[in-house]
């Protein structure tokens, strides 16, 4: 469950999303945020300590990998509250075609 806290703060779910799609460059990963070098090395700090990403080192350079294995542990977790979530959201598909009808037939029974 480390990887529900670290994925708790918004800059390091972005950079998850970033690493999604293939390794990046430490340098490259900051650049795409509006907080300093310093910050990103920390968030990254923390998706390593709680398993989310890998590094390696070329270099001078560090480079990140996505590692999903603690993603597929947190959706393994959720799995159970998928059908309470599909419930919800049918019975709310249901009242907003209600109003809809109501809004159309003036009925408001």
């Known amino acids: 469950m480390e990887a529900l806290t670290?994925?708790?703060d918004p800059t390091r779910r972005e950079?998850?999303?970033l690493l999604a799609h293939?390794?990046?460059?430490?340098g490259e990963l900051a650049?795409?945020?509006?907080v300093s070098r310093p910050a990103i090395s920390r968030h990254l700090r923390v998706l390593r300590a709680a398993g989310l990403v890998r590094a390696r080192v070329d270099g001078k350079r560090r480079f990140y990998t996505l590692d999903p294995a603690p993603l597929r542990e947190l959706d393994d977790w959720l799995e159970p509250y998928r059908d309470l979530w599909a419930q919800r959201l049918d019975a709310l598909d249901?009242?907003?075609a209600r109003g809809r009808r109501e809004r159309t037939t003036g009925d408001s029974r």
């Open 94 to 96: 249901t009242e907003i």
């Open 22 to 26: 293939g390794e990046r460059a430490a």
């Open 6 to 8: 670290a994925l708790a």
């Open 31 to 34: 650049e795409g945020f509006p």
């Open 15 to 17: 950079i998850v999303a």
